[in-house]
């Protein structure tokens, strides 16, 4: 660590300056914002997947004493703020005019003066439909001669969103027609929520006196999302300059946040048109049965090998159920997020993978949750094939990935689907997994009680990560660019408040980034003040999610006090009547080269700025910068899961997870582990318990905590944690995102562990969730049900 205890640098797991707010209950979140006059909305959601709406009936809502007003798919038409895009530049009702698509679409809003009395409106609302048929099955929905859901859009001849692919299709097929043995999988990553501990919400204020409006919302994109609305709603007055978006404290976004729901956009019409503040929060069954879903993904792998297991090609067809519309929250080029790092850690020659997005009667998805774009499918979709390459071949699954990974030396490396991975050591990773969780004992014990007739698992998952956009020449949301900004001042008495364009959720950036400025200006980071989400005051960039916050807005950080650090150079030569070239720096002071006692502080030169410039030297100290990072960051890890399976129950225990990763080089410590462990219990839950499903009338399964299973810390093994470190060699620090690793590498690891564990049995695979049912099952065919 270059700095001491007291700057608190990078490498200090400095506890969290947020922490005292949060332990406290003196957050701030969206619901804890009270404003004078506050209304309140409840939604009307629709019951049917499909339907015609005949009526809206709102008379007797609107007797009940407190009951405002209710707003409905016309009211909005007026404004031609019916229909909204997605962030994926498709297209959204806001509130419907003739036809529900979903269950739990929004079919109109009430608002009241109290919200129990707004929800009271909502139910007394009368809504007369006419169910109409329904497509849930995304296969049936593909298929030729379908009927069409997005009548709305014209010319529309069937029901596919995008196509998308990447490779060469030719070349992979031949290679896989001279494979000496190809394991063929079909692997289905389900629907699931990111249901954070906070559900969505917003307080719409619209002042018709100055004619703004400011929007308190759960967004992780404020910026992104003020200059959406502006586009939306310039017609009715709301330029960029009157629209102020202000995102609080997050309980927890993991990319759930980043879509613009409904229900914001009725809630600000609402303020608009009765002129009072509107408050609408989510109840948890509304954000688990309507918000935007992940994953969803309907893979069939081929995965092909020679003889002695050296993998040569890789084929992925997937179809993807976007639901009723596409708005998943990919950069615009790669409407299929990153899925092409598919070839992971994994040194192929050729690979091709496609994607056809389809619609279907289902919510809107294809949310990143905790991923970067479609990487938790890619990861699961490779690391379950070398599983199942390694069960064809006979091989042990570690040997197989030791024999294929990318070598350390061949970094930089430019993948055949086309990425360039900065740097990373696969096989030391994986290796020091090995020697924590001492994976030749295992075996041998797994032997011991295999011929006892016990079960236990030992699953392995290597995975690539790919972090941080990105290069703004091929990233973009909607036409911005995805580059992130730091703004830092630093003030007289050598103080500091830095700005950023991304936002925290709970991940601790006003730490971290305060940690990054007292590296590199020496300043404690206990005397940085960091703010973010304000759109009046912070810097425009692009928001938190994909894990891109330390790769674009912590390098702006560095980028950003450097440019201060070369002002104070200049002052403190004035100060020590000196030549620049004379100085040499530390943490916290320049000083004459030789003479260190001869030395000025950071904040002496800060004094400076403010009292005593050199002439002709602009006086302040701070700046500005907006980074466009020039490559992704490749972070990477190895995981080994031990699992024992209950032959009674067919229930799966997680016994010992060991998790190695490897984000580049480290701010603090303890908030990566704290990622990490997070990480990992949002990966148990997807393997073993979550999933969003759908009966053929479009009816959720899953649409409450009572049977949408969130593990607890019962559920979660004690993690074991350790980290190998290469640094990315294109961040300004080195650095490379972690927030989102664990949540792609635990789910492959668990479900290689119990098919390892029922390997003997002639199981080769099976889909997560893996529930006791789906084991049970899996035992009473193979007669080892107890
Ligand atoms: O964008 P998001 O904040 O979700 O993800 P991230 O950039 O991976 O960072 C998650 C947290 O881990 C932040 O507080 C980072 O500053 C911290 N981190 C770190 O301490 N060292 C790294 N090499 C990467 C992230």
């Known amino acids: 660590m270059k700095t001491s205890e007291k700057i608190c640098g990078m490498g200090h797991s400095m506890k969290r300056k947020e922490d005292p707010r949060f332990i406290r209950g003196k957050g701030n979140y969206v619901d804890d914002i009270v404003l004078p006059g506050m209304l309140y909305m409840d939604i009307v959601r629709s019951p049917h997947a499909h339907a015609r709406i005949k009526k809206i009936d709102t008379s007797k809502a609107l007797k009940i004493p407190g009951v405002l007003a209710v707003i409905d798919g016309p009211t909005l038409e007026k404004y031609k703020l019916h229909w909204m895009p997605t962030i994926s530049g498709d297209t959204q009702m806001v509130l419907p005019i003739d036809e529900v698509m979903y269950v739990a679409q929004e079919v109109c809003a009430v608002i009241a ?123 009715v007055g709301l330029s960029e300059e009157r629209i102020r978006i202000v995102s609080p404290d997050i309980g927890g976004g993991f990319g759930g946040k980043v879509p613009v729901y409904p229900g914001y956009v009725i809630a600000v019409a609402a303020s608009v048109v009765i002129g009072k503040p509107i408050k609408w929060i989510e109840d948890r069954m509304e954000n688990l049965q309507a918000d935007s879903f992940a994953r969803d993904y309907h893979m069939k792998v081929r995965l092909g090998a020679k003889k002695d297991g050296t993998m040569t090609a890789l084929s992925i067809k997937t179809i993807a159920d976007h639901g009723y519309t596409n708005a998943s929250a990919n950069p615009m080029k790669y409407p299929a997020g990153l899925f092409s790092i598919c070839t992971g850690a994994y040194d192929l020659k050729n690979a091709f993978c496609e994607v056809d997005a389809v619609y279907t009667h289902k919510p809107p998805g294809g949310v990143a949750y905790r991923c970067s774009f479609r990487v938790t499918e890619a990861v699961h979709a490779i690391e379950r094939a070398v599983d199942v390459l390694a069960q064809k071949l006979k091989m042990d699954p570690v040997e197989l990935r030791m024999k294929n990974f990318i070598g350390p030396e061949r970094f930089p490396y430019k993948s055949v689907l086309g990425w360039e991975y900065d740097s990373g050591n696969y096989p030391a990773a994986l290796k020091k997994a090995m020697d924590i969780i001492g994976y030749a004992a295992l075996r041998k014990e797994q032997l011991e009680k295999r011929a006892r007739g016990e079960l236990m698992g030992i699953g392995v998952c290597s995975f690539v990560e790919i972090v941080g956009a990105g290069p703004s020449k091929d990233f973009d949301i909607l036409g911005l660019k995805m580059f992130d900004s730091a703004e830092i001042r630093v003030h007289p008495t050598g103080k500091a408040l830095a700005r950023f364009g991304t936002k925290s959720q709970g991940q601790g950036h006003e730490t971290t980034y305060a940690q990054i400025i007292a590296e590199e200006l020496g300043i404690p980071a206990s005397d940085v003040q960091v703010e973010e989400g304000d759109t009046d005051t912070a810097p425009y960039g692009l928001g938190t999610y994909a894990s891109r916050s330390t790769p674009t807005s912590g390098a702006a950080a560095a980028m950003a006090s450097r440019k201060i650090r070369a002002k104070a150079k200049t002052i403190a030569a004035h100060l020590l009547e000196c030549s620049e070239a004379d100085l040499d720096w530390e943490p916290g002071k320049f000083f004459i080269k030789g ?169 080769t695979h099976i889909d997560i969730p893996i529930t006791p049912e789906k084991v049970w099952q899996l035992l009473r065919k193979a007669g080892a049900a107890e």
């Open 595 to 763: 003479v260190p006692d001869k030395a000025k502080t950071i904040q002496e030169c800060a004094f400076a700025a403010y009292t005593n410039m050199p002439q002709g030297l602009e006086h302040g100290m701070e700046a500005t910068h907006y980074y466009d990072p020039p490559n992704l960051t490749f972070p990477f890890g190895s995981y080994i899961c031990v699992v024992d399976i209950d032959r009674g129950t067919g229930e799966v225990k997680v016994r010992r997870f060991v998790a190695v990763d490897d984000c580049g080089n480290i701010i603090n410590p303890m908030i990566v582990q704290g990622q990490i462990h997070g990480g990992l219990a949002q990966g148990v839950g997807p393997a073993l318990y979550e999933e969003i499903g759908y009966d053929e009338d479009g009816n959720v399964f899953g649409g409450s905590f009572l049977d949408y299973y969130v593990p607890t810390s019962l559920e979660c093994p004690k993690w074991e944690t350790d980290h190998t470190v290469t640094p990315s060699p294109h961040h300004p620090f080195g650095a490379k995102g972690v927030g989102e690793s664990a949540t792609v590498g635990a789910p492959p690891a668990i479900a290689n562990a119990v098919v390892d564990a029922l390997s003997h049995l002639g199981v």
């Open 113 to 235: 003066t109290e919200r129990y009395i707004a929800a009271d409106g909502a139910d007394a609302v009368d809504v007369e439909y006419e169910p109409l048929p329904v497509m849930v099955d995304p296969l049936k929905s593909i298929a030729p001669g379908a009927p069409v859901l997005r009548k709305d859009k014209k010319d529309k001849k069937d029901n596919l969103a995008f196509h998308w692919e990447a490779g060469d299709r030719a070349a992979t097929e031949r290679a896989l027609a001279a494979c000496d043995v190809v394991a063929e999988q079909f692997v289905y990553v389900p629907r699931i929520h990111v249901a954070s501990m906070e559900t969505c919400g917003c307080v719409a204020d619209f002042n018709s006196a100055e004619g703004k409006l400011t929007v308190y919302m759960t967004t992780q994109a404020p910026h992104a999302v003020r200059t959406v609305f502006a586009l939306v709603a310039g017609h």
